[in-house]
């Protein structure tokens, strides 16, 4: 099968606060953008389109593979994605659409998604079950209820699609809708989205603390594989 990962680069991360773009923060030494871009590759993706900021097009380039493709995002999650859509090459079968954000995601979880979609399904995501007690509040922050959490999931990426039903689920969209995930976007049409097992270290890189973790997993992994 041949699996074009689009990977959303192209976000500010306000929310780290770091000075360069989050994609180009970082992690021991290389940039959140490239440890995204080795796990898909070592996972099974066959070409890459990394969604990019505009104004930092040659800082990506220059961190990047040649084989990897670098084109503009948009204001949104969204628009990023639908810009990496139209660049991906003309004999992918199947995309993944994959956040630079989450750098340590394992080439197990990637092989996961594209085996789900080998089997037949049209779109698929990696989940994790809820362990937290998790409970609605009122606008005062007031609990109103807890919410029985054995039906629920969090939802990481890559999340891969069969390329026509995610093209075209694209298209019916509004061209100004922002929404958070792919999934929701070919869901709007009616696809039926598949679940395959998510990992703690494909977690999202969101506050400061999140980059802390990172460096811990990975210094984990690295004693792990040295005899
Ligand atoms: N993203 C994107 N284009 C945008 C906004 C986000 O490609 N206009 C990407 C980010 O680069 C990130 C992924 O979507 O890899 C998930 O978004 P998030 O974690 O929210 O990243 P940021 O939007 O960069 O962070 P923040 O919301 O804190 O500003
Ligand atoms: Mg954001």
Redesign the pocket.
């Known amino acids: 099968m041949h699996a074009v990962a689009i ?10 606060g770091a000075e360069l ?3 180009l923060v970082p992690l021991a030494g290389r940039p959140l953008v490239c440890w995204a871009v080795d796990g898909l590759l070592a996972g099974g993706v066959t070409e890459v389109v990394v ?1 990019v ?1 505009a104004a930092q097009r040659e800082a990506f380039r220059a961190v990047l593979p040649p084989a990897v493709a670098v084109v503009d ?5 969204t ?3 639908r810009a990496g859509l139209a660049a991906a090459g003309a004999a992918a079968t199947a995309v993944l659409v994959h ?4 750098p340590l995601t394992p080439p197990e979880v990637v092989a996961r998604v594209l085996g789900a979609l080998e089997a037949g399904a049209p779109a698929v995501v990696p989940v994790l079950p809820v362990v937290d007690t998790t409970v609605l509040v009122d606008d005062d922050g007031l609990v109103v209820d807890a919410v029985p959490r054995a039906p629920l999931r969090r939802v990481q990426t890559p999340q891969g699609f069969d390329r026509r039903t995610l093209a075209a689920a694209y298209e019916a969209l509004e061209p100004d809708a922002d929404l958070t995930d792919d999934a929701a976007v070919v869901r709007r049409s009616g696809v039926a989205v598949t679940t395959v097992a998510g990992d703690e270290r494909a977690a ?3 506050v400061g603390h999140d980059l802390t973790l990172a460096e811990l997993s990975l210094t984990a992994a690295l004693r792990e594989a040295t005899p």
């Open positions: 990977v959303a680069a192209a976000g500010s991360g306000s929310r780290l773009p989050k994609a969604v900021p995002g948009g204001a949104s999650r628009a990023s994605v956040d630079a954000a989450r999202k890189v969101t």
